[in-house]
């Protein structure tokens, strides 16, 4: 993989993104006119207070829109392209005002970084700080668009809420099926590992392919910054920060060679009701990050061995439970890294962008879920998986 970005830069970009994507929450205001509660108001609440206490916080009351076709209609086409025609024709004219807003954000973002990116010709002085720019400008507009979409056909049916309550560990056991030209590979076993502490999250994952050997583990954690851990997330709208760190090992026994990296994010998750009451029951999720990657082969080792990338991704998602012990989570999402299973596409300017996806992860009970993916990039991805939940509501 060649490097995208100097190593000083990268982190200078990383540096920059992290302030946007620290400083978005508390641009927001809730839409009933009150000032919003910070992010971090559910973690003070948590320290002073017990669980039980927590769960008895009711979430601030919302008042959305009714539900009409013609708005639907009008949000694809051509409310794609003027984000907040939608909501405008449906007449919450204070969801238009903040789609336009976020639509116009993202579009002045793309052309900051964007223009002194082409008049520069991509210099290697300037390019890191201009692209973290640019791709934060593309995650607003994507997320601006999504939501022109989800505020008006959220009416038609009752918004999901966060889950008060998420199990202490969880087991995962799956398959996975990737269709790639450049490798022999396709089947995968998969097998995970989830466990949640107060402000920590420790995570692990295997996919083995039983017939060529190819092997990936990963594993890390999260430290949540701001926000309610996901263990006491009653009575919150589950806006959240983390910070990430995780350690990979990619082994290609029939290519010869291994890939090793380790890589650190920051993650923000952003209630959208707190733009809008017509996004109630969504979220928009995004997250900035730098990884080093080393290729072992047999040979002498080299600078070509050793390559740094810069991770950055964003999604859309909706929370599917309502309070029972279903609990859930969908995402559509973008993600710019290049070394997973799906790989990069290469765009028509000769740059390779990242992978699009889908996923899904819900407890249908309090003992057992499902979860399932879909990535389309260079290569498609496919997963499904069984949980298991240890700990049940305790």
Not at 54 to 75: C, N
Not at 87 to 94: E, M, T
Not at 176 to 184: G, M
Not at 320 to 331: D, N, S, T, V, Y
Request: hydrophobic share 45%; charged share 15%.
């Amino acid at each position: 993989m060649v490097s995208e970005l100097p190593l000083r830069s990268r982190w200078g970009a990383v540096c920059l993104s992290g302030v946007l994507l620290f400083s978005t929450p508390g641009l927001a205001r809730a839409g009933d006119g009150r000032p919003e509660v910070p992010v971090d108001a559910p973690l003070k609440a948590h320290v002073g207070l017990s669980q039980q206490s927590l769960a008895q916080v009711p979430p601030p009351p919302l008042e959305r829109p009714d539900f009409k076709p013609l708005a639907v209609a009008v949000a694809v086409v051509p409310g794609l392209l003027f984000h907040g025609l939608g909501p405008l024709v449906a007449g919450d004219r204070h969801t238009a005002k903040r789609l336009f807003a976020l639509e116009g954000a993202g579009l002045g973002l793309i052309a900051l970084g964007g223009v002194p990116i082409a008049l520069t010709g991509a210099s290697r002085r300037t390019i890191a700080p201009l692209y973290a720019v640019t791709l934060a400008g593309f995650s607003v507009l994507g997320i601006s668009a999504l939501a022109n979409l989800y505020a008006v056909t959220a009416p038609a049916f009752d918004a999901g809420v966060a889950p008060p309550l998420l199990p202490p560990l969880e087991l995962e056991v799956g398959y996975q099926y990737v269709n790639d030209a450049a490798f022999d590979y396709r089947h995968f076993l998969t097998v995970g590992a989830q466990a949640r502490f107060d402000s920590l999250r420790l995570l692990s994952s295997v996919r083995v392919d039983p017939s060529e050997g190819n092997t990936q583990v990963r594993l890390g954690g999260a430290w949540r910054l701001l926000g309610a851990p996901e263990r006491a997330l009653s009575g919150t709208d589950g806006s959240a920060l983390d910070v990430e760190a995780f350690g990979q090992f990619h082994r290609y026994p029939t290519e010869g060679f291994a890939l090793i990296s380790g890589e650190v994010a920051l993650r923000g998750r952003l209630a959208m009701s707190r733009i809008s009451p017509a996004m109630a029951g969504s979220f928009a999720e995004v997250s900035v990050g730098t990884s080093a990657e080393a290729y072992t082969y047999p040979g002498a080792v080299s600078d070509g061995n050793l390559h740094e990338q810069l991770l950055f991704t964003f999604g859309y998602g909706v929370w599917l439970g309502r309070g029972g012990p279903f609990r859930g989570e969908a995402m559509l999402y973008y993600d710019h890294r290049k070394d997973s299973f799906a790989g990069g596409i290469r765009s028509r300017g000769g740059g390779i962008v990242g992978a699009f996806g889908l996923r899904g992860r819900a407890l249908l009970t309090d003992d057992w879920g499902v979860a399932a993916e879909v990535q389309g990039g260079g290569a498609l991805v496919g997963r499904l998986s069984l949980i298991r939940a240890l700990g049940g509501e305790r």
